[in-house]
């Protein structure tokens, strides 16, 4: 049976409330910072810091993950989901936040969440501005190492056809 992050999330009691259908979990300004590929469908989104906010209010959450599903390839029978924070990038200090952020969601999935954790995933980080961290910058490579890709703006969310 195929999972689904519906399901991963529902099943996971302090995310259970906060699942959204579509990029609902969102708000308006950080919806379009996402883009939907054509052959891509939003199969749901969580605020993870809103979610993790009242149980974790001291340690650097993750904001969200969203949900989706590849139309193209009938080989794809699970969802996957893509974390996505979005965050200034105007420093290099500015990584390390992000990073540290990262280093929690991820050991918060595998001892809470191993539902979610098994799914496919990305993690990225949306600057809220202007990005200026060097492409050569040590930060840029410690974040390719852990698997984190720094976009612009704007993330295009799915596979290319």
């Given amino acids: 049976m195929a999972e689904t992050f519906e399901n991963a999330v529902k099943t996971c009691p302090p995310l259970a409330e906060h699942y959204c259908p579509g990029m609902n979990a969102l708000s308006q300004a950080y919806k379009q910072k996402i883009v939907v590929k054509s052959n891509t469908t939003v199969t749901g989104s969580i605020n993870m810091d809103a979610a993790l906010g009242a149980t974790h209010p001291n340690d650097s959450r993750w904001d969200y993950g969203i949900g989706y599903r590849s139309r193209t390839g009938a080989l794809e029978r699970n969802d996957s989901v893509c974390w996505v924070e979005i965050h200034p990038a105007s420093s290099p200090h500015n990584a390390v936040e992000v ?23 990305e993690f990225v980080w949306v600057a809220t501005g202007k990005v200026a961290i060097p492409p050569h910058h040590r930060h840029r490579r410690l974040m390719a190492t852990e698997g984190l890709k720094l976009q612009g703006q704007v993330h295009q969310l799915g596979k290319e056809n």
């Fill in 99 to 121: 990073l540290t952020k990262l280093a929690f969601h991820r050991q918060w999935l595998t001892n809470n969440a191993p539902k979610l954790a098994s799914l496919k995933r």
